[in-house]
C-alpha cells in the first residue's frame, strides 16, 4: 500500500464498506444455516427466499465501494491489481444483483400469488438458469478478491488480510464449477470464512489508517 498517509475520505469509505460487507455476509450465513437447520419454514419457501437473499442483494453495493476504496489506497505499481480487483467486482455486482432484484421483485410475489408456473424460468434453486447467473458472479467476487491480494504487501494484519483475500480468490473455479460436480460444494463453503474474515481484517486495516 502507499507509504505516505491515506486519504481520510478513501479510509472511512474503506472501512464502512468493509464493515458492511462483513455484516451483510454474516447475515446471509446465518440466514443459510436457519434455514439449513429448518428454522425459515419450508425448503426454499418464498419468507426463506427473502431472508437468505435480502443481505446478498445489498452485499454487491458495499463490496464494490471496498474495491474502489482499495484501489483509491494502493500504491502506483500495484493500481494494476487493484483496478483489476474493481472490474471484476463490478461484473460481480452486475449479476447477483439481477439475480437476487428479479427474485425479491418478480418471482416471490409472483410464487405468493400463486402464478409460480408464470416465473418457472427465472425460480431460482440448484441447477437452475439464475444459479448458474449467481454463481458465475460468485466466482468473479473471488477473482476480484484474488487480484486484490497483492496491494497488500506489508507485513503484519497486511499479511493476514493477503492470505484471506488470496484463499477466497483460489476458490473461484470451484464456485463456478459446483454445478457440474456438486460436491464441490463442501470445498466452495471456505468461504463463509475466508469473506468475512478478509472483510473484517480489511475493516480494522482502514480503521487504523485513519488514526
Not at 475520505?9 to 460487507?21: D, Q, Y
Not at 427465472?122 to 487480484?147: C, E, K, N, P, V
Not at 499479511?159 to 464449477?177: E, H, K, S, T
Request: net charge neutral.
Amino acid at each position: 500500500m502507499k507509504d505516505d498517509s491515506l486519504d481520510r475520505t478513501a479510509a472511512r469509505l474503506g472501512f464502512w464498506s468493509a464493515f458492511f460487507s462483513a455484516i451483510f455476509a454474516i447475515m446471509y450465513i446465518v440466514a443459510e444455516l436457519a434455514h439449513l437447520l429448518g428454522l425459515l419454514g419450508q425448503h426454499d419457501s418464498p419468507e426463506s427466499l427473502v431472508v437468505r437473499m435480502t443481505p446478498s442483494l445489498l452485499l454487491p453495493i458495499a463490496f464494490v465501494i471496498l474495491m474502489v476504496a482499495i484501489h483509491a489506497c494502493a500504491s502506483e505499481q500495484r493500481k494494476i491489481w487493484s483496478h483489476s480487483a474493481l472490474a471484476f467486482a463490478v461484473i460481480y455486482a452486475v449479476l447477483v444483483s439481477i439475480v437476487y432484484f428479479v427474485e425479491l421483485t418478480v418471482v416471490i410475489p409472483r410464487t405468493i400469488r400463486g402464478e409460480a408456473d408464470q416465473v418457472a424460468l427465472l425460480s431460482f434453486g440448484f441447477g437452475t438458469f439464475m444459479f448458474a447467473i449467481d454463481i458465475l458472479g460468485y466466482a468473479f467476487m473471488s477473482l476480484a478478491t484474488l487480484f486484490a491480494a497483492p496491494v497488500f504487501g506489508g507485513q503484519g494484519l497486511e499479511r493476514w488480510i493477503r492470505w484471506a483475500l488470496l484463499v477466497n480468490g483460489l476458490l473461484a473455479p470451484v464456485i463456478a464449477l459446483q454445478i457440474l460436480y456438486p460436491p464441490l460444494w463442501n470445498v466452495a463453503a471456505i468461504w463463509v470464512v475466508s469473506f468475512p474474515a478478509a472483510t473484517v481484517m480489511l475493516a480494522v486495516w482502514f480503521r487504523r489508517s485513519r488514526e
